[in-house]
């Protein structure tokens, strides 16, 4: 598993050289939200007798740990189309499980750091919640999945511009619609079906929960582990794919 | 086995065999059954022009293309079988810079050790080696963005000898840099090779391989034309070249001699040619052996 560490180290190399600009990069879109919907637009609301804000923060959580976990496509596209980097993990006596896991945790470990951004931001406006395994749990499966996915997405386009359109169209409605914003449940019948087939509905759900110290969704739990080993095999497929 | 056989008989070590080398890419046949050996210690050229099939055998080798026949050996190894051994026993020198430019030269060397799995201290040791054979040393802690291109071609290069390999490819080492550069590459691959690499260069510039070869095999259109040293090569045309300026471009003439080269030079002069005399080179053979320039 050598392998696996050597493409993990290169992504927190690169992660460590950009630490600044990512941190501040990170905190620009939670604090845009949690002013404009949190603070502004949701001021006097609640949902299920609890503030909005409170609703809104575990939302974000989930939203941004999704596209950060996703986010690793860019980077492994840069790696792939533009510094050729790929190539050097293509010929080195590694497997392709090693490679995946590599970029998949480097996924994580992203996400991880844009949720400490988050909570910072909220606990500075005096929010708190319950962040105990629950809910780093629910974080890291969603992330997990999300940066298998951009493993899968990044070796299955073809250009930076067929990049664009899976994240227009597929991640960004997403990160508005899977729970994050608004409970699912305020949706007609049939929409409600469709919401809860997305896997960040249940990661918000799983996430919010323990937030607010209700305990371990356990379904959601083991339909995000089903998810992410599912998402693991696909990315493993679509990088032996990737070879021509 | 039997390939270990043929081997002993002929008393030659071969690092690498390819044979009956295929690739496809839909319609377009890229490698048409390509066949060569080469010897332990040996620096073999592929030349050709852009499009030949050099940069497809190297990358098939290499395990970042996938072949659609044929087989390979690195030593006893087969390649398509025993993919991650191969890969072991090989370093790759791409065409194109694939460096990390965000990450300092040290990085660079560390994640490929890694990658190979070498220890924390032999990367230490290596990469320090290496750092200072190609005399990159003292910016061993700068970005690789702040190096110039030459420097990011021998790190490059050194990058593919941390896990000290026996068999170094090579594809179009010094393409677009300067003469003088190239000049100071030519004689870092010579270095390597004098320390019993195996080298495996592509090039289509004609004097590279001339300088550098061992042989040399000209490939053309996916097939390989003649193998042979650079030498022999220029030999079966002969050792003298007369240019005829023609309308339509030169005509060359071969001589064995320069006596003989000289002779037919003052008959054209005669008639009021325009001729030039000089040695037969490489390109001469290419010419004449796939009837186009490289």
């Known amino acids: ?244 | 086995m039997k390939a270990a056989k043929l081997c002993a008989r002929s008393g030659t070590v071969w690092a690498i065999r390819v044979e009956n080398l295929k690739k496809r890419y839909g319609e377009v046949e890229a490698l048409k059954g390509v066949t060569f050996s080469v010897a332990a210690g040996e620096l073999f050229a592929l030349l050709g022009p852009n499009g030949a099939g050099k940069t497809t055998t190297i990358r098939i080798l290499c395990g970042l293309t996938r072949p659609s026949g044929g087989r390979a050996f690195f030593f006893d190894c087969e390649v398509f079988r025993e993919p991650i051994r191969a890969k072991k026993m090989a370093g790759l020198v791409p065409q194109t810079i694939n460096l990390d430019l965000e990450l300092t030269l040290w990085e660079n060397l560390l994640i490929h050790g890694l990658l190979f799995g070498l220890s924390r201290e032999t990367i230490k040791k290596r990469a320090e080696e290496l750092l200072s054979f190609a005399g990159l040393f003292e910016r061993r802690h700068h970005k690789v963005r702040t190096l110039s291109g030459g420097m990011r071609r021998r790190l490059l290069i050194i990058r593919a000898l941390m896990h000290e390999p026996r068999i170094l490819f090579l594809d179009e080492p010094t393409v677009g840099l300067d003469p003088h550069i190239r000049r100071k590459l030519w004689g870092l691959i010579k270095r390597i090779q004098q320390q019993g690499t195996t080298i495996l260069l592509t090039t289509h510039y004609i004097e590279e391989a001339e300088f550098l070869a061992n042989r040399v095999a000209f490939i053309d259109q996916g097939e390989i034309i003649v193998i042979d040293t650079p030498q022999a090569l220029t030999e079966r045309l002969g050792l003298f070249a007369v240019d005829l300026v023609k309308e339509d471009g030169l005509e060359t003439h071969y001589f064995p001699s320069r006596e003989e080269a000289e002779e037919f030079m003052v008959q054209m002069g005669k008639r009021g040619e325009t001729v030039t005399l000089r040695r037969v080179n490489l390109e001469d053979a290419f010419v004449h052996f796939t009837g186009k320039r490289v």
């Open chain 1, 1 to 244: 598993m050598r392998g696996f560490f050597a493409v993990y180290l290169r992504e927190l190399l690169i992660i460590w050289h950009r630490l600044p600009r990512m941190l501040l990069s990170f905190s620009v879109s939670p604090t845009l939200y949690l002013v404009a919907f949190g603070f502004g637009l949701g001021k006097d609301l609640s949902v299920g007798g609890r503030p909005y804000l409170e609703f809104l923060i575990p939302g974000l959580v989930a939203a941004s740990s999704m596209m950060q976990g996703f986010g690793i496509n860019v980077e492994i596209n840069v790696a792939r189309f533009y510094l050729k980097v790929f190539e050097e993990f293509q010929a080195a006596p590694i497997s392709n499980l090693s490679y995946v896991l590599g970029e998949i945790l480097s996924g994580v470990t992203r996400a991880l750091l844009s949720t400490t951004v988050i909570l910072i931001i909220t606990s500075l406006a005096g929010v708190s919640f319950h962040f105990g395994p629950a809910f780093w749990s629910g974080v890291v499966l969603n992330a997990f999945i999300f940066a298998a996915l951009g493993v899968t997405s990044a070796m299955v386009i073809k250009s930076h511009a067929d990049q664009a359109l899976v994240t227009n169209f597929i991640i960004t409605p997403m990160a508005f619609l899977g729970g994050t914003f608004f409970p699912v449940e305020n949706m007609p019948g049939p929409v409600q079906l469709v919401l809860k087939a997305l896997p960040l509905t249940h990661a918000s759900r799983l996430i919010r929960q323990a937030s607010y110290g209700e305990g371990l969704n356990v379904t959601d739990l083991y339909l995000l582990l089903v998810l992410a080993g599912l998402c693991l095999l696909l990315a493993y497929w679509s990088v032996d794919k990737a070879r021509d």
